[in-house]
């Protein structure tokens, strides 16, 4: 059982950044294949980026165009997400997730079979 709580969102202007946050409980984070995924309104959930097991490698969906770095720190058992010039197309409730099953990388979000609640990432033109 892992338990994911995402903090960070908020509201920014264009061309702002923000780095969220997910911390992990019940398995450490060291161990786990990772992932940040987003969904707007009226669309669906969209890969955003995601980190292997063993860290070392990350993946990015096409949206990411370069603003975004996934990241985690082990001691604190923590997976970021740090977004760059944050564009309005940008908003979208952000939630981590974790696949305990694979070496990790998917993009697909039924490969995860734990979440967040989300944090809500708003931005203003």
């Known amino acids: 059982q892992v338990q994911l709580v995402e903090s960070g969102g908020g509201l920014a202007q264009t061309g702002a950044s923000l780095r969220l946050s997910c911390v992990a409980s019940?398995?450490?984070?060291?161990?786990?294949?990772m992932a940040w995924f987003r969904q707007a309104p009226g669309e669906e959930r969209e890969f955003v980026a995601a980190i292997s097991r063993s860290g070392g490698t990350t993946y990015y969906g096409g949206s990411a165009g370069g603003r975004f770095t996934i990241s985690r720190d082990n001691a604190k058992n923590t997976l970021f997400l740090q977004i760059n010039s944050l564009k309005p197309e940008d908003t979208a409730v952000y939630s981590c997730?974790?696949?305990?099953?694979?070496?990790?990388?998917?993009?697909?979000?039924?490969?995860?079979?734990?979440w967040g609640q989300g944090t809500q990432v708003t931005v203003s033109s």
């Open positions: 997730a974790a696949d305990l099953t694979s070496a990790g990388g998917s993009s697909y979000y039924a490969d995860y079979e734990y």
């Open positions: 019940g398995r450490t984070i060291s161990r786990i294949a």
